[in-house]
């Protein structure tokens, strides 16, 4: 009889970017509070935002750490680091979003974009259930699709979005919307680029 050594692979990676989703999910909720805040409360909403990008860099750079000292990942590193660089993108660019809100005055109090940000949570959400439980592949599926059929739909949101402030405001206020606007769809951009790695992942383990 001959037998097979089994190695086992190291999941410490898979843990790392569910910590990092985690963190993600955080951000997306303080940037809501944000926009639903006085703008007294700002400061203190930034801040928490900053602390929370600390820590997914942190986590990131632990997530490359593990990949180098870790024999058999349970992704190849090129995977995990793929990943990981997406979730720490779109963290990036909540705190972006805030930035530009405090430091412009931008703050948009509407209803298209509290709908943008619910969007952005869900999708957030959804990668950390990725994350959470990715061993069960027929699950991961349906959030994969989920992410990409929100993607588009939060493409419609941020149109109908600016068509409301140009025609209400002037010129200056739809500028600052713009900005703000494109920070948000940059967090859908980066969720997206993950949730399409998670489905060639799934296409090659299937």
């Known amino acids: 009889m001959k037998w097979r050594l089994r ?23 303080t940037l809501s509070e944000m926009l639903g805040s006085e703008s007294a409360e700002f400061p203190r909403l930034v801040e928490r935002l900053h602390a929370q990008e600390g820590q997914s860099n942190e986590l990131f750079y632990r997530l490359m750490t593990a990949m180098r000292s ?19 993108n779109a963290i990036e660019s909540v705190v972006t979003a805030a ?3 405090i430091g412009l005055d931008a703050a948009p109090h509407s209803p298209r974009a509290a709908e943008l940000l619910e969007i952005v949570q869900r999708m957030a959400d959804n990668c950390l259930k990725i994350f959470v439980h990715f061993e069960n592949l027929d699950d991961l599926e349906d ?3 989920d992410n990409l059929r929100l993607a588009k739909r939060a493409e419609h949101t941020r149109i109908a979005w600016l068509q409301d402030i140009l025609a209400k ?15 948000i769809t940059q967090v859908i951009t980066d969720l997206r680029r993950l949730s399409m790695s998670v489905g060639e992942i799934i296409v090659r383990e299937s």
């Not at 870790?70 to 979730?87: A, K, M």
């Open 169 to 183: 405001g002037s010129a200056a206020s739809f500028n600052k919307h713009v900005l703000t606007s494109e920070r």
């Open 7 to 29: 190695v086992p692979r190291e999941s410490a990676g898979i843990t790392l970017l569910a910590d990092m989703a985690r963190e993600l999910t955080s951000s997306v909720q």
């Open 143 to 145: 959030i994969w699709v």
């Open 99 to 101: 930035d530009i809100i």
């Open 70 to 88: 870790s024999i058999v990942n349970r992704l190849p590193r090129e995977d995990l680091y793929r990943l990981g660089e997406d979730l720490n």
